[in-house]
């Protein structure tokens, strides 16, 4: 599956966000990042998404991984990856 959308909500000191941050940029992957402290518009689209306040969010392509380390992010990513399409 070819990743069109990647949006990842964070708060800015938030530790696990800066680790997805890092894992997704090692990775070259582009995403538009949403800072859900200094926007609230972002703040309440990730908890329409996710349900929850926790930040990282995750959003690719409508598929959302909610409060995540990147271990849990690598697995979701796999399986994103072998979705078709």
Partial sequence: MKMNTV?????PYCGWCHEAIAW???RG???EKLDV????AARQEMLD????????V???DGEILA???TDQLALFWKK????PG
């Avoid at 949006?7 to 708060?11: A, M, V």
């Avoid at 402290?37 to 609230?40: F, G, K, L």
């Avoid at 998404?49 to 990282?56: E, F, H, K, V, Y």
């Avoid at 994103?80 to 979705?83: A, K, N, S, T």
Wanted: charged share 30%; net charge negative; hydrophobic share 40%.
């Fill in 7 to 11: 949006r990842l909500f964070i708060k």
């Fill in 24 to 26: 997704l940029d090692d």
């Fill in 29 to 31: 992957i582009r995403y």
């Fill in 37 to 40: 402290m200094s926007d609230s």
């Fill in 49 to 56: 998404l996710s349900g929850q306040t926790l930040a990282p």
């Fill in 58 to 60: 995750i959003d690719v």
């Fill in 67 to 69: 409060d995540f380390d």
């Fill in 80 to 83: 994103l990856e072998q979705m």
